[in-house]
């Protein structure tokens, strides 16, 4: 089984300063790892992934996450906040190998970035 | 290219009724997932089809169903309608039904139960 916790159900930060989202996950075989964004009215869009390859994985618009075994950890940063990042965040988690596609996620983080 | 659409993009139902919501994948697409997103929650998931074939289901009640048809379009049907079934429901596409493969989101069909 697998599960997923974010620290922080909101984060604010002012324009320019370091994102720092927290995720720390659970799974009983090694996992793949997601981090998705949802703007207002809107599906989800993954930012990036991790699947047992680097442990730092970068995605778009300037976003990365580090893979922690040790830590149970796939935590989300961007050095620089823009405006445009506001919105919500989810950190999700599926079975490595398996034939199911099934995204567990977290309960997500809303980011605010203030002017 | 089109992306995954579902249809309709709102709807209101009573208690009690009956709700067919409906995805088309992205072109080439075969695996289609279903998830459900109560308001400030995350979304949890329902149902993935591939080729046509069931592959995995969540912790839902008999009332929610699916099917995916030869176009790989899909329908997500839920009986009986609870004021509890009241979400957003978003559909994925992806290649393949292996999980490191990117899933590409609808922006979902927002139900209400009234």
């Known amino acids: 089984a697998q599960s997923v916790t974010q620290l922080g159900s909101h984060v604010s930060v002012s324009e320019g300063a370091l994102v720092l989202l927290r995720c720390n996950y659970s799974s009983s075989v090694p996992p793949y790892l997601f981090w998705y964004v949802q703007y207002p009215n809107q599906g989800l869009q993954l930012l990036l992934k991790y699947t047992s390859a680097a442990t730092l994985v970068k995605g778009i618009n300037g976003f990365e996450a580090e893979f922690k075994k040790s830590e149970t950890s796939f935590h989300l940063t961007k050095p620089s906040a823009h405006m445009s990042d506001a919105a919500e965040y989810f950190c999700a988690v599926s079975p490595s190998g398996g034939s199911n596609y099934k995204l567990t996620f977290g309960k997500g983080t809303l980011l605010t970035v203030n002017p | 290219d089109a992306g995954v659409t579902q249809s309709p993009t709102h709807l209101i139902k009573t208690r009690g009724q009956h709700v067919t919501l409906r995805c088309s994948p992205i072109s080439g697409h075969k695996s289609v997932s279903w998830y459900q997103q109560v308001l400030g929650q995350g979304p949890q998931f329902i149902f993935q089809?591939?080729?046509?074939?069931?592959?995995g289901r969540g912790n839902f009640p008999d009332r929610f169903s699916a099917r995916q048809f030869p176009n790989y379009s899909s329908e997500l049907n839920v009986n009986a309608l609870l004021l509890g079934d009241s979400a957003l429901y978003l559909c994925?596409?992806?290649?393949?039904?292996?999980?490191?493969?990117?899933?590409?989101f609808g922006q979902g069909t927002r139900l209400t139960v009234v």
């Open positions: 089809y591939y080729e046509k074939e069931e592959r």
């Open positions: 994925a596409s992806s290649l393949t039904q292996g999980s490191n493969t990117e899933a590409f």
